[in-house]
RNA sequence: GCAGGUAUGGCGCAAUUCGGUAGACGCGGCAGUUUCAAAAACUGUUUGUUGAAGGUUCGAAUCCUUCUACCUGCACCA
């Protein structure tokens, strides 16, 4: 054993090792219990950063935790590899995203290698391989079949210079990215879409069945992001015209005596067609123009004015027969509802805004029910109470109900009358998988002119991305790959186009997990007998910013692939966790501007010496440079001590900064590791159980509460920290009893105790530290891998205290502490409470009241 | 505005499960040992109205109420 502890060294040395034996290779096996360990896969950029560290360094340890603890345990990896940086990439080049991409995820591979994590690289994906994307589009006909794929009109980002669509990042600030001097129109394209709506009651019904295993703040932001509202659609006539029926959505049916306005969206088809026969003023169809040109976000965005027009005509409310003025108004929606509204101004914010502004009358139909004002007083701010505790007034023969019990009788006599009907909306649309990008899974259709749009037969897939794709000219590359669109169809046997859209990277993400299980079937994504070994999920680690469309996305893919007979279960992912961020304090000189950490010397500028400005604690961004390279900290260090840190420097969910003395501490504390070890390592001949002097049995114990405490942080609560702190102290502890032996030399019983203490203390690194805690393995005398090796167990009798220290408390105050047997009845802890000079003295002309004894805890005497 | 989270020594953070000695562990500071000297290492040492106010209790960092600051998400969804 080398005296000094040289990590780049054993590491290498490790890493070989276990690549040699395959011991993070599994296979199927019903004999034992399966954990499924999963951390996000990353995107192929190039590099992995200390988020990617953080976060698979978490999944690392949990993995050998549970492997260690006889689970046979799935622990892979892949990459999330079409989207637009790839793409970005070779328009800027000319060159083929698919090179990029793979160099990328070669290069990121040996990062991650390098980081020592345990993953079954056989079962290594890439998205962007036909091999994987072919399922995508499989699923993608299978949905098609299944009615849950559709094609619909939507509006997407055009620059009519790259005559291309644009993603939301390129289109922002209302410019093109590629021309900056080029506004970005918007444009009406027919796109393929997703039905997330069939979904939408289950996905929102079942995030009940997550909780406990998901964070609580996930869970709510899902059940906002779906937005189920139940109401009713109700239909107003309108004035003059029989044949025209207003539908307009309402959560609040109650309050429809108080609507003093119908508001129709400026792309309701009422407008067009009044606009058309020439009955809309100028200032409507202007308005209705000035709208056309500003995206439905932009429309509601925060702050902005709410903006409306008079119609000209009248709609009759169906309840009272009440002429009411129909208006257009920009903040009333065509993707929501009905795209109509009744604005019932003393009961809806938005409406009162829009109602003052304009003047329409403002009538209250419901008040507390302890309320006294007079029904007919003028409304100051709407009333909007959402806890149903108000009363329907001024609404005919509704007048004096309740709201809930008012709902579901105006609800039923709309029913019956025939104007309306019990409905229920939601916020989340169906999911818009067109995406016009050429690095993507190519849509699996085929337009033609005859037979309309037309399915690639299953056994042509998959349809093969071309790579020889020309980025230098303007307009969409795909579209003008000539081999690749133009095609015969399917069913007649005629000339035809290929469909040129490709998928949302999301769907790729949908599933990917599924692929794991079974990487290399050429039949099916996945054999369904091997899922159902493998999935679900036990465990899912990664960023909090998936908190919604991946982890939605995913959960309706999975209740999809159950639909479809490949799988049984609903819900893809027992447990989530999602990691803090990793920070750190950002730089910036008044000249230089941002600059990286290395960039800044006692405080000053490396280039110019100016003193700079230190921006708060953030997460690490390459635009504010506050960023550490992985493998720079790896060099200096090795992987283990980096890994370390990130798992002790603060609890998973938390953030955390990146601190280089808090990296030498971590680094400090493996060297001492390896030093107590080497100095005892060939010593222990002769050691054996036996008589245990006092400091002996004190490690001994320590031993065996360390290993309950880190089995229990690991295992129950993941508090890595907490975990590794419990190391050092066991560490610490070993020192301490090394000490004690400066005196005379050790025993047989003390060599027993000192090698369990540092046996248990390597096999309690390997989750953290895998390669320092295997080199020490060896060194004390094992050959088989530690990462294999059975987790240590302790024994109860062994970590018991055999002393405890008892606080004594006078009204509730600490007086001293008491020293008792750990077997102390309450009685005794009380006798000897008494019995303590300091104790009799404080009580002297005082009378106990009450005393208070909480087993093997304290004693509590309430005295006057 | 709504929802969720956080607030504890100089710093990062423990203790909150189920109320029971506030401080584990690391960083930093200080001193000693070692050294020609320094670094490293080892040994020792260092701090508080637990964000504020009130309440419940024999006892509150922990439970309840109100407030403040910061962070995150959502934000005209009818």
């Known amino acids: 054993m080398n005296e000094k502890y040289f990590p780049a060294e054993i590491e290498e040395r490790q890493q070989r090792r276990w690549a040699d034996t395959g011991v993070f290779e599994v296979e199927v096996n019903p004999q034992k219990e399966k954990f499924y360990c999963l951390e996000m896969l990353?995107?192929?950029?190039?590099?992995?950063?200390?988020?990617?560290?953080?976060n698979y360094s978490i999944g690392d340890a949990l993995s050998h935790f549970k492997r260690m603890q006889g689970?046979?345990?799935?622990?892979?990896?892949?990459?999330?590899?079409?989207?637009?940086?790839?793409?970005?990439?070779?328009?800027?080049?000319?060159?083929?995203?698919?090179?990029?991409?793979?160099?990328?995820?070669?290069?990121?591979?040996?990062?991650?290698?390098?980081?020592?994590?345990?993953?079954?690289?056989?079962?290594?994906?890439?998205?962007?391989?036909?091999e994987y994307y072919r399922w995508n589009q499989w699923f993608f006909i299978q949905m098609w079949k299944q009615g849950l794929v559709y094609r619909k009109n939507a509006t997407v980002n055009w620059c009519v210079k790259c005559n291309t669509s644009l993603a939301n990042e390129q289109a922002e600030g209302g410019f093109c990215w590629r021309h900056e001097d080029t506004p970005v129109e918007l444009r009406e394209l027919e796109q393929w879409f997703i039905r997330v709506t069939k979904y939408a009651d289950e996905l929102l019904d079942s995030l009940d069945s997550l909780e406990g295993g998901w964070p609580d703040r996930v869970i709510t932001m899902q059940r906002n992001w779906i937005g189920r509202s139940k109401g009713a659609e109700v239909d107003f006539g309108v004035e003059g015209d029989a044949s025209k029926k207003i539908r307009i959505f309402t959560t609040r049916i109650d309050t429809i005596y108080g609507a003093s306005s119908v508001i129709l969206a400026p792309e309701h088809p009422f407008i067009a067609e009044w606009i058309a026969a020439g009955q809309a003023s100028e200032e409507l169809k202007t308005f209705v123009e000035q709208q056309a040109a500003v995206s439905p976000e932009d429309r509601i965005a925060e702050g902005k004015e709410k903006l409306g027009v008079f119609t000209g005509h009248y709609a009759i409310?169906?309840?009272?027969?009440?002429?009411?003025?129909?208006w257009t108004a920009?903040?009333?929606?065509?993707?929501?509802?009905?795209?109509?509204?009744?604005?019932?101004?003393?009961?809806?914010?938005?409406?009162?805004?829009?109602?003052?502004?304009?003047?329409?009358?403002?009538?209250?139909?419901?008040?507390?029910?302890?309320?006294?004002?007079?029904?007919?007083?003028?409304?100051?701010?709407?009333?909007?109470?959402?806890d149903d505790s108000g009363v329907v007034v001024n609404s005919g023969p509704w007048s004096g109900k309740p709201v809930p019990e008012a709902i579901a009788a105006m609800t039923a006599h709309a029913e019956e009358q025939g104007f309306g009907t019990a409905q229920t909306n939601f916020k989340i649309r169906d999911w818009g998988v067109s995406r016009q990008r050429a690095w993507g899974t190519p849509i699996p259709f085929i337009h033609c002119a005859k037979c309309g749009i037309v399915p690639v037969p299953e056994e042509q897939l998959p349809v093969v991305l071309p790579v020889d794709l020309n980025f230098a000219s303007a307009g969409a590359p795909l579209a003008e790959h000539e081999p690749f669109v133009n095609v015969t169809c399917p069913t007649c046997g005629g000339t035809a186009r290929r469909d040129t859209d490709t998928m949302d990277t999301f769907v790729d993400s949908s599933w990917y997990y599924f692929r794991y299980t079974d990487p290399k079937n050429d039949q099916l994504p996945f054999d369904p007998k091997v899922a159902a070994y493998w999935t679900p999920v036990e465990q899912y680690i990664g960023g909090i910013e998936h908190a919604v469309l991946h982890l939605i996305y995913t959960r309706l893919w999975t209740k999809i692939m159950r639909d479809l007979g490949l799988i049984t279960f609903g819900e893809p992912v027992k447990k989530l966790l999602?990691?803090?961020?990793?920070?750190?304090?950002?730089?910036?000189?008044?000249?230089?501007?941002?600059?990286?950490?290395?960039?800044?010397?006692?405080?000053?500028?490396?280039?110019c010496g100016r003193t700079v400005t230190v921006g708060r604690i953030e997460k690490m961004s390459k635009s504010k440079k506050n960023t550490v390279d992985p493998d720079e900290m790896i060099k200096i260090y090795g992987a283990d001590t980096v890994r370390l840190f990130m798992m002790f420097a603060a609890p998973p969910e938390k953030d955390l900064e990146w601190s280089e003395a808090g990296a030498e501490g971590a680094a400090r504390f493996l060297n001492r590791v390896w030093r107590i070890i080497h100095k005892w390592h060939d010593k222990f001949d002769g050691a054996a159980a036996g008589e245990f002097s006092d400091a002996a049995r004190a490690l001994r114990r320590k031993t065996h509460q360390t290993i309950k405490r880190v089995t229990t942080d690991i295992g129950e609560r993941m508090n890595f920290n907490t975990a590794v702190a419990a190391l050092m102290e066991l560490t610490?502890?070993?020192?301490?009893?090394?000490?004690?032996?400066?005196?005379?030399?050790?025993?047989?019983?003390?060599?027993f105790a000192v090698k369990e203490a540092m046996e248990a203390l390597a096999k309690m690194l390997a989750p953290f530290t895998p390669h320092i805690a295997e080199e020490l393995w060896a060194h004390l005398g094992h050959d088989e891998i530690v990462v294999g090796a059975?987790?240590?167990?302790?024994?109860?009798?062994?970590?018991?205290?055999?002393?405890?220290?008892?606080?004594?408390?006078?009204?509730?105050?600490?007086?001293?502490?008491?020293?008792?047997?750990?077997?102390?009845?309450?009685?005794?802890?009380?006798?000897?409470?008494?019995?303590?000079?300091?104790?009799?003295?404080?009580?002297?002309?005082k009378q106990i009241v009450k005393t208070i004894v909480v087993p093997k805890r304290l004693v509590n005497l309430v005295a006057k």
Not at 106 to 111: E, I
Not at 732 to 751: G, H, M, Q, S
Not at 812 to 825: C, Q
């Open 790 to 845: 059975a987790w240590p167990v302790f024994e109860a009798e062994l970590a018991k205290e055999e002393e405890l220290e008892i606080p004594v408390q006078l009204n509730g105050k600490r007086v001293v502490s008491v020293f008792v047997p750990a077997e102390a009845t309450d009685e005794e802890l009380k006798a000897a409470a008494l019995a303590d000079a300091k104790v009799q003295a404080k009580l002297e002309g």
């Open 578 to 607: 999602t990691q803090g961020m990793v920070c750190l304090a950002s730089y910036r000189c008044e000249e230089h501007d941002w600059l990286y950490p290395v960039e800044v010397i006692d405080g000053k500028c490396k280039f």
């Open 317 to 326: 409310n169906p309840f009272n027969g009440e002429n009411l003025p129909i």
């Open 330 to 386: 920009n903040f009333v929606l065509t993707g929501y509802g009905t795209g109509a509204i009744m604005a019932v101004p003393a009961h809806d914010e938005r409406d009162f805004e829009f109602s003052r502004k304009y003047d329409l009358p403002i009538r209250r139909v419901i008040k507390t029910a302890d309320s006294d004002e007079a029904d007919g007083a003028p409304v100051e701010a709407p009333f909007t109470a959402k």
């Open 71 to 130: 689970f046979n345990v799935l622990h892979p990896m892949g990459w999330d590899a079409f989207g637009m940086p790839a793409e970005n990439a070779a328009i800027k080049n000319n060159a083929r995203p698919d090179i990029w991409t793979f160099e990328n995820i070669d290069a990121m591979r040996v990062q991650l290698q390098r980081m020592g994590f345990s993953y079954d690289w056989r079962r290594d994906i890439a998205s962007c391989t036909p």
């Open 42 to 54: 990353p995107y192929p950029s190039g590099r992995i950063h200390m988020g990617h560290v953080r």
């Open 732 to 751: 610490n502890e070993i020192y301490a009893f090394d000490n004690t032996l400066k005196e005379r030399a050790p025993v047989a019983a003390d060599k």
